[in-house]
């Protein structure tokens, strides 16, 4: 008997990805943020991981968080998002870019305040 935290999978994660280790095309990091697109139904033939996952967007989600909520590898949810963002049901959302560079006055007043400590 193992120990009480482990806990045995009923079902593989190559079932799950239809056995594909890799995504059919979309590259997605662990930081990829995802969104559910509120107007795409899943089908009904739609698994559970699937199903779970899009729920879970239903809010911004990274594909890591997701994996931890859905205690699955990061891998077979990057291959399940990639699946759904090809069927329109999830979408790729980037985290806002904005550089803005500081004031060169700010940056000589906290340089001089720094010296003066």
């Known amino acids: 008997m193992g120990s009480p935290d482990y806990r045995d999978r009923p079902v593989r994660p190559y ?6 280790a890799h995504p059919t095309r979309n590259t997605l ?8 697109n509120p107007e795409a139904a899943l089908p009904v033939s739609a698994g559970r991981e ?3 996952l899009v ?7 990274s594909v890591a968080e997701a994996a931890a909520h859905l205690g699955l590898p ?11 963002i090809d069927t329109g049901h999830l979408v790729v959302r980037s985290a806002p ?11 000589e007043k906290v340089l001089n305040g720094l010296r003066k400590l």
């Open 29 to 36: 990091r662990p930081e990829t943020l995802l969104v559910a």
């Open 74 to 84: 990061v891998s077979v949810v990057v291959v399940l998002a990639s699946d759904l």
């Open 55 to 61: 729920d879970l967007c239903r809010g911004l989600l």
């Open 15 to 20: 079932v799950i990805t239809g056995g594909r």
């Open 97 to 107: 870019q904005r550089l803005v560079m500081p004031d060169l006055d700010l940056l």
């Open 50 to 52: 699937k199903r779970s």
